[in-house]
């Protein structure tokens, strides 16, 4: 009798089982924890898996929490297309399974399977969205310390903590708030249609367990443990197994490790995906990766992959989005930005460098502004008895000390130079998207856009998943014949260690 063989494609974080024989027909496990951050990690190895022809099923092993840490919406909703379109064109059962936790992001996740599957006590539910500033501008006040800032765009402060709360900026994240988590249950009914009849209890963000009567009816479609699970999977498949024992477990490999590059494949179509996170290393190392990766003849297009709030530096990102538009001019390779989380203020500046912006539903765009700023400690030293004697060899000297009041004269320098940031990065914006001259009032206040609105503003092209990217590239390639080329950062590898 033939035996089963459950290959296990590893993401980061999770711990391996232990190898056995290799039989055939197979199945197919991706565990997804709490180290999966982007789409890239799941959709690869789920790439490969598919177009393994010995594979006969795939179960999505999801044991992800939800906080800041775990996987996001807008990652969720790019592999809930992707794995949706994989479906259709290997036409092989997906298994959603967990054993504690499927709420949130984690359940948009598992709307990509056939059945989804959890214990009785696996905690479902969770469903919203938040965006939150602790306000500690009077806390501070008292301690003696004010921020004294200054800016271009109007919203460029909004959620700042340590300034005080502004009605008007808070009304704003609310809105935001509203959009996005209304995209969502659009996007969650569509995929779920059952979901839709019973969304007074899901909508407010309940919690439930899997046992409660009715919620395994329209949430899942299956409780049980993983014995009653394998039973779902062969009899779904088809493989003629009767004995659990007759099923091994093998080790697979993590097909993705960001901290490593993956190898050219000669038979495939190579894509470079770079990693963009906040940006705060010198520009030489993206530098070198764009060059290293746009100069190898079997790349034949670059993904920046960009989940960045910003960077430490306008220098970098207006002298990276100098450099991009020259290699692409060089090289002659498409480029393309795929936004997975947000691409705030320098995010967005690289990502208008590209040919093509797509970005995965729920994201927030925009924050086009540029501040600058200082603390003014004069108060809290008046309250220890502190007296500063500054000795300085010119007026401005002192700009940037918190130990002396922050004058007009010093402030109006300041807000010159932001003045004069801003307008680059406006002439940037402008010159990459030209369509963005006609509504300047829309995005040149640093407003944040939810992805769907961004869309028709023009600040992005298009709202899709990763694959989308890898499409603009080449709109012929197909799943199984793109191989992904990972490049990442010193500065991400030294923070995994």
């Given at each position: 009798?033939n035996?089963?063989?459950?290959?296990?494609a590893?993401?980061?974080?999770?711990?391996n089982?232990?190898?056995?024989?290799?039989v055939k027909?197979?199945i197919?496990?991706i565990?997804i924890?709490n180290?999966?951050k982007?789409?890239?990690?799941v959709?690869?190895?789920?790439?490969e898996?598919?177009?393994?022809?010995e594979?006969?099923?795939?179960?999505?092993?999801?044991?992800?929490?939800y906080?800041?840490s775990?996987?996001?919406?807008s990652?969720?909703l790019?592999?809930?297309?992707?794995?949706?379109?994989?479906?259709?064109e290997?036409?092989?059962?997906?298994?959603a399974y967990?054993?504690?936790?499927l709420?949130?992001?984690?359940?948009v996740?598992?709307?990509?399977?056939?059945?989804i599957?959890?214990t009785p006590?696996?905690i479902?539910?969770?469903m919203?969205?938040?965006?939150?500033?602790?306000n500690e501008?009077?806390k501070?006040?008292?301690d003696?310390?004010n921020p004294?800032?200054?800016?271009a765009?109007?919203y460029?402060?909004?959620?700042?903590?340590q300034?005080p709360?502004?009605?008007?900026?808070?009304?704003?994240?609310?809105e935001t708030?509203?959009?996005?988590?209304?995209?969502?249950v659009e996007?969650?009914?569509q995929?779920?249609?059952?979901?839709?009849?019973?969304?007074?209890e899901?909508?407010?963000?309940?919690?439930?367990?899997?046992?409660?009567?009715?919620?395994?009816?329209?949430?899942?479609d299956?409780i049980g443990?993983?014995?009653?699970l394998?039973?779902?999977?062969?009899?779904?498949?088809?493989?003629?197994?009767?004995?659990?024992?007759?099923?091994?477990?093998?080790?697979?490999?993590?097909v993705?490790?960001?901290?490593?590059?993956n190898?050219?494949?000669?038979?495939?179509f190579?894509?470079?995906v770079?990693t963009?996170?906040?940006?705060?290393?010198?520009?030489?190392?993206y530098?070198?990766?764009?060059?290293?990766?746009?100069?190898?003849?079997?790349?034949?297009?670059?993904?920046?992959?960009?989940?960045?709030s910003?960077?430490n530096?306008?220098?970098?990102?207006?002298?990276?989005?100098?450099?991009?538009?020259?290699?692409?001019?060089?090289?002659?390779?498409?480029?393309?930005?795929?936004?997975e989380?947000?691409?705030?203020s320098?995010?967005?500046?690289?990502?208008?460098a590209a040919?093509?912006?797509?970005?995965a539903?729920?994201?927030?765009i925009?924050?086009?502004g540029y501040k600058?700023?200082?603390?003014?400690c004069t108060?809290?030293?008046?309250k220890?008895?502190?007296?500063?004697?500054?000795?300085?060899?010119?007026?401005?000297?002192?700009a940037?000390?918190?130990?002396?009041?922050?004058?007009?004269?010093a402030?109006?320098?300041?807000?010159?130079?932001?003045?004069?940031?801003?307008?680059?990065f406006?002439e940037h914006?402008?010159?990459?998207?030209p369509?963005?001259?006609?509504?300047?009032n829309?995005?040149v206040?640093?407003q944040?856009?939810?992805?769907?609105?961004?869309?028709?503003?023009g600040l992005?092209?298009?709202?899709?998943s990763a694959?989308d990217?890898?499409?603009?590239?080449?709109?012929?390639?197909?799943?199984?014949?793109?191989?992904f080329?990972?490049?990442?950062?010193?500065?991400?590898?030294?923070a995994?260690?």
């Amino acid at each position: 009798m033939n035996k089963i063989r459950l290959i296990l494609a590893v993401i980061p974080g999770f711990v391996n089982f232990t190898s056995a024989c290799q039989v055939k027909p197979k199945i197919g496990v991706i565990a997804i924890d709490n180290e999966v951050k982007n789409s890239w990690s799941v959709l690869n190895p789920i790439m490969e898996l598919c177009a393994d022809t010995e594979v006969k099923a795939i179960i999505l092993f999801i044991e992800s929490g939800y906080d800041s840490s775990t996987i996001g919406y807008s990652v969720a909703l790019s592999l809930l297309k992707d794995i949706t379109a994989l479906k259709k064109e290997y036409k092989k059962p997906i298994f959603a399974y967990s054993e504690t936790n499927l709420r949130g992001a984690s359940y948009v996740l598992a709307l990509s399977a056939d059945v989804i599957m959890t214990t009785p006590v696996t905690i479902l539910g969770y469903m919203g969205l938040s965006w939150s500033t602790l306000n500690e501008s009077e806390k501070l006040k008292k301690d003696g310390w004010n921020p004294s800032n200054v800016h271009a765009g109007k919203y460029k402060y909004y959620g700042d903590s340590q300034l005080p709360v502004n009605p008007e900026h808070l009304a704003l994240m609310q809105e935001t708030v509203d959009i996005r988590f209304k995209d969502l249950v659009e996007l969650m009914v569509q995929a779920r249609p059952v979901l839709n009849e019973h969304k007074a209890e899901w909508i407010e963000a309940q919690m439930f367990l899997g046992l409660e009567d009715g919620k395994q009816s329209y949430f899942v479609d299956k409780i049980g443990d993983k014995i009653d699970l394998i039973g779902i999977v062969l009899e779904t498949a088809n493989l003629p197994v009767k004995n659990l024992h007759e099923i091994n477990y093998e080790i697979k490999k993590p097909v993705i490790d960001l901290m490593e590059k993956n190898k050219i494949n000669d038979k495939k179509f190579n894509i470079g995906v770079i990693t963009v996170p906040y940006l705060d290393l010198p520009g030489w190392d993206y530098s070198k990766l764009l060059v290293t990766l746009l100069a190898n003849p079997d790349i034949k297009g670059i993904v920046l992959s960009v989940d960045c709030s910003g960077s430490n530096s306008s220098g970098l990102m207006s002298n990276l989005y100098e450099e991009i538009l020259k290699l692409k001019k060089l090289y002659k390779k498409p480029v393309v930005a795929y936004v997975e989380g947000v691409a705030y203020s320098g995010g967005y500046w690289i990502a208008i460098a590209a040919d093509h912006i797509v970005s995965a539903p729920l994201c927030r765009i925009g924050c086009i502004g540029y501040k600058a700023g200082r603390w003014d400690c004069t108060q809290k030293n008046k309250k220890e008895d502190k007296v500063f004697y500054p000795i300085v060899s010119g007026k401005f000297m002192n700009a940037y000390n918190e130990n002396i009041a922050f004058g007009d004269d010093a402030k109006q320098m300041l807000q010159n130079q932001v003045n004069l940031h801003m307008k680059r990065f406006i002439e940037h914006v402008e010159n990459a998207r030209p369509q963005l001259k006609n509504n300047e009032n829309e995005w040149v206040e640093a407003q944040i856009h939810p992805a769907c609105i961004a869309l028709k503003l023009g600040l992005i092209d298009q709202v899709g998943s990763a694959f989308d990217a890898v499409k603009f590239i080449n709109k012929d390639v197909v799943f199984d014949n793109v191989n992904f080329v990972f490049a990442e950062l010193p500065q991400a590898k030294k923070a995994k260690k």
